[in-house]
Nanobody
């Protein structure tokens, strides 16, 4: 069973950038497609981005497309979410998640199997 530990995040002004990381242990990330989700206070857990096992395919929520980039380094068991041009609406608790490979591109959090602990990102206006 893979364990996911997140790092990064914090407070940034609108227009700024942050990168959050997700490190896997107890298993190989090459066994999983990886996703990022976020949850703002009082709201549901929303899809942000997804990257395939090999890194060849990515998908983004419309709200972050062109601003966020998901990447991975399988040799180091790491996944990253680089966030640029951050907006106050991006303020949320961000989670990385692992999904067993599927021909279906999963964008709903209930389809994912393992989760990081969450990382707070706060964007001030």
């Amino acid at each position: 069973q893979v364990q996911l530990v997140q790092s990064g995040g914090g407070l940034v002004q609108a227009g700024g950038s942050l990168t959050i990381s997700c490190e896997a242990s107890g298993g190989s990330l090459t066994d999983y497609d990886m996703g990022w989700f976020r949850q703002a206070p009082g709201k549901g857990r929303d899809f942000v981005a997804r990257i395939s096992r090999t890194g060849d395919n990515t998908r983004y929520a419309n709200s972050v497309k062109g601003r966020f980039t998901v990447s991975r380094n399988n040799a180091e068991n790491m996944v990253y979410l680089q966030m640029n041009y951050l907006e106050p609406e991006d303020t949320a608790l961000y989670y990385c998640a692992a999904d067993r490979p599927s021909i279906i591109v999963h964008t709903v959090w209930t389809d994912y199997d393992y989760w990081g602990q969450g990382t707070q990102v706060t964007v001030s206006s």
